[in-house]
C-alpha cells in the first residue's frame, strides 16, 4: 500500500507542476484517483501473471514478454467485450505465440488476468 502511495504522489506532484496552472482542483483529483485505479489494476495483472510463471517454472529472463502479454490483454479486456474481446484476444495470443512464447502459458496467464479483472 505504501508503494501506491508512492506512486500516487509522484503523479499528483508531475500533474500540479506540469499543469497544474491550467486544470482545476477537481480535474487533478479525478486524474489521480483515475492512476491509483490503474496502478492497482496493473499491480493485479502482473501478479496473477506472474503466479503461473512461477508455477510453470518460467526462466525469468523471459517475465517480461510474458508480463507484456498480460498487460496487453488488460488494455483489450478494458477496450473490447463479447465476442470483439475473443477476436481481439486471439489475434494477441498468436502474435506472442510468433515471438516464441508458449501458447499454453499464455491461456493460462490469460485467463488469470481476466478472472483477477472480472
Same mark, same amino acid.
Request: no cysteine.
Given at each position: ?34 492512476? #491509483?485505479? $490503474?496502478? %492497482?489494476?496493473?499491480? =493485479?495483472?502482473? +501478479?496473477?501473471?506472474?503466479?503461473? @510463471? ?13 508480463? #507484456?502479454? $498480460?498487460? %496487453?490483454?488488460?488494455? =483489450?479486456?478494458? +477496450?473490447?467485450?463479447?465476442?470483439? @474481446? ?17 501458447? %499454453? ?11 483477477? @479483472?472480472?
Amino acid at each position: 500500500m505504501k508503494e501506491l502511495e508512492k506512486a500516487v504522489q509522484r503523479y499528483y506532484n508531475k500533474i500540479v507542476n506540469k499543469m497544474g496552472k491550467n486544470l482545476s482542483p477537481e480535474s487533478i483529483n479525478f486524474m489521480t484517483k483515475n492512476y #491509483a485505479i $490503474a496502478y %492497482e489494476t496493473q499491480r =493485479r495483472v502482473d +501478479r496473477a501473471a506472474q503466479v503461473v @510463471l512461477r508455477s510453470k517454472g518460467v526462466p525469468t529472463i523471459q517475465y517480461v514478454s510474458y508480463l #507484456a502479454f $498480460a498487460r %496487453e490483454v488488460w488494455g =483489450r479486456a478494458r +477496450r473490447f467485450s463479447g465476442r470483439s @474481446l475473443q477476436n481481439e484476444l486471439t489475434l494477441t495470443r498468436n502474435h506472442w505465440q510468433g515471438r516464441g512464447l508458449n501458447l %499454453e502459458i499464455l491461456k493460462e496467464i490469460e485467463e488469470n488476468v481476466l478472472r483477477v @479483472l472480472y
